[in-house]
């Protein structure tokens, strides 16, 4: 077995017990899938600065923001593109990153909050012209890599920056206005990704009263949480989406109800994760 393959291996090794044998196969090969189709080609082509890198920082309204970038590197001279900014990010699926779904993933703020974070934590210059950002989706039913390409332009950071501002104003306006009883509801996001994916407060949602009149006061850590908690990219887009899912989120959280979903496809999508992360780990060193 190769080194990689080994590394991978031990990588899924916590989810044994937790992910059927056969998932444990699928998970195996989206691994192998993924080594196979770009791992040469990156220790070819890219200088690796980060994998799995968590960034903070605090942005120009105040307010801290998080996440994770899977991977971001230069591409040297060796490669046909010449010198340039490159950022990966892995998304594993049971459907196929074809139609809609591919759009969306073109149509994410995603990249550019990577790009923010990469100039906020000084990693780029500002004015990095152009990051080639590449989505590097497995689906779990076709057993087949796709790659969605997405041009990050500098001309385009200032109003991504604002927009990202301008949200964080929008919660604190929320929190001040509603504190930690109900937030406004979107019903415009309760069917958002289709009706196979309905929100899942659906059911708790509309059988709740009007704001604060059958629940008492929430702990000050539930309102610190919501109110002051670093917004990453989801969070952004649930509040986005619906503030009262945010709100109920972020109450949930802390209040340690929250458990995140140990579903089949969110253990997948970990392990896979993991698995890749320990791999590209390799090629950083
Ligand atoms: S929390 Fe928002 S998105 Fe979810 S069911 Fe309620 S109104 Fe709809």
Redesign the pocket.
């Given at each position: 077995m190769s080194k990689l393959a080994q590394l991978a291996e031990e990588a899924l090794r916590p989810y044994d017990g937790r992910l059927t044998g056969s998932d444990m196969d699928l998970v195996w090969h989206g691994v192998m899938g993924m080594i196979e189709r770009f791992y040469d080609r990156d220790a070819g082509a890219l200088d690796l600065l980060g994998v799995e890198h968590e960034y903070r920082y605090v942005d120009s309204a105040g307010v801290e923001q998080k996440g994770f970038i899977d991977l971001h590197g230069e591409t040297d001279s060796k490669s046909p593109e010449g010198r340039a900014w490159f950022i990966a990010d892995w998304k594993s699926s049971d459907a196929q990153w074809v139609g809609q779904k591919r759009d969306r993933q073109q149509q994410s703020k995603q990249p550019w909050d990577y790009a923010q974070a990469l100039v906020y934590l000084g990693l780029i210059p500002r004015d990095f012209g152009t990051i080639q950002m590449q989505y590097r989706c497995w689906s779990w039913q076709t057993g087949t890599a796709t790659v969605i390409p997405v041009a990050i332009r500098a001309e385009g950071l200032a109003a991504h920056e604002e927009e990202a501002a301008r949200w964080s104003r929008v919660r604190e306006g929320l929190v001040e206005e509603f504190s930690m009883y109900a937030w406004p509801?979107?019903?415009?996001?309760?069917r958002?990704f289709g009706p196979r994916y309905?929100?899942?407060?659906?059911s708790v949602?509309?059988a709740v009263g009007p704001a604060g009149t059958n629940k008492p006061p929430l702990p000050q850590e539930a309102l610190d949480r919501a109110a002051r908690w670093p917004l990453s990219y989801s969070s952004r887009e649930t509040l986005k989406?619906?503030?009262?899912?945010y709100r109920?989120e972020q109450v949930e959280k802390a209040l340690g109800q929250r458990v995140d979903d140990e579903d089949r496809a969110s253990l997948m999508g970990s392990s896979w994760h993991e698995a890749l992360a320990a791999v590209w780990n390799t090629l950083k060193e």
């Amino acid at each position: 077995m190769s080194k990689l393959a080994q590394l991978a291996e031990e990588a899924l090794r916590p989810y044994d017990g937790r992910l059927t044998g056969s998932d444990m196969d699928l998970v195996w090969h989206g691994v192998m899938g993924m080594i196979e189709r770009f791992y040469d080609r990156d220790a070819g082509a890219l200088d690796l600065l980060g994998v799995e890198h968590e960034y903070r920082y605090v942005d120009s309204a105040g307010v801290e923001q998080k996440g994770f970038i899977d991977l971001h590197g230069e591409t040297d001279s060796k490669s046909p593109e010449g010198r340039a900014w490159f950022i990966a990010d892995w998304k594993s699926s049971d459907a196929q990153w074809v139609g809609q779904k591919r759009d969306r993933q073109q149509q994410s703020k995603q990249p550019w909050d990577y790009a923010q974070a990469l100039v906020y934590l000084g990693l780029i210059p500002r004015d990095f012209g152009t990051i080639q950002m590449q989505y590097r989706c497995w689906s779990w039913q076709t057993g087949t890599a796709t790659v969605i390409p997405v041009a990050i332009r500098a001309e385009g950071l200032a109003a991504h920056e604002e927009e990202a501002a301008r949200w964080s104003r929008v919660r604190e306006g929320l929190v001040e206005e509603f504190s930690m009883y109900a937030w406004p509801k979107n019903d415009g996001g309760c069917r958002k990704f289709g009706p196979r994916y309905p929100c899942r407060r659906e059911s708790v949602c509309w059988a709740v009263g009007p704001a604060g009149t059958n629940k008492p006061p929430l702990p000050q850590e539930a309102l610190d949480r919501a109110a002051r908690w670093p917004l990453s990219y989801s969070s952004r887009e649930t509040l986005k989406r619906c503030p009262e899912l945010y709100r109920a989120e972020q109450v949930e959280k802390a209040l340690g109800q929250r458990v995140d979903d140990e579903d089949r496809a969110s253990l997948m999508g970990s392990s896979w994760h993991e698995a890749l992360a320990a791999v590209w780990n390799t090629l950083k060193e």
